[in-house]
Every structure is written in C-alpha cells, then in structure tokens.
C-alpha cells in the first residue's frame, strides 16, 4: 500500500503481512479481503482498533496528503 489510508500520508512502512505503520500519524492498519481496519498505537506499545471491528472500512482516502514547505 502506497499511503495511509486514515491521513492519505506516503510516509508507510511494511511491518508484517498485510500490515502497514504510517509514520506521519503513527497508525497501523491491516488489509485483507477487501477491508482495511485501522489500528491506535498506544504508548506502551500496543495496539488499539481505531473503529470497533464489526464497522469495517471498506474505502480508503483517495486524496494526496498537501504537505506545507518549511
């Protein structure tokens, strides 16, 4: 995936299968059969889902993420 789908960031890395961590908002986010299902970061390390998981997120943005110069 080329970009988060919770901030439209292209700031992502791969860290497992099917499993992504946008560093500009410092989510993670699974894709698979067709859903992306957003996950918090909490401080102590783990992970928190980001909406409940009976309300999967079947769209991500499409929108590029304008970054400010300075």
Sequence with gaps: MDYCPFCGAREVGRIGRERYYCSECCH????????VRIYEVMSDGSVEPLIPDHEPITHVISHRAVRRAG
Excluded at 28 to 35: A, I, L, N, P, Q
């Design 28 to 35: 993670e986010w699974t894709k698979g059969g067709g859903e």
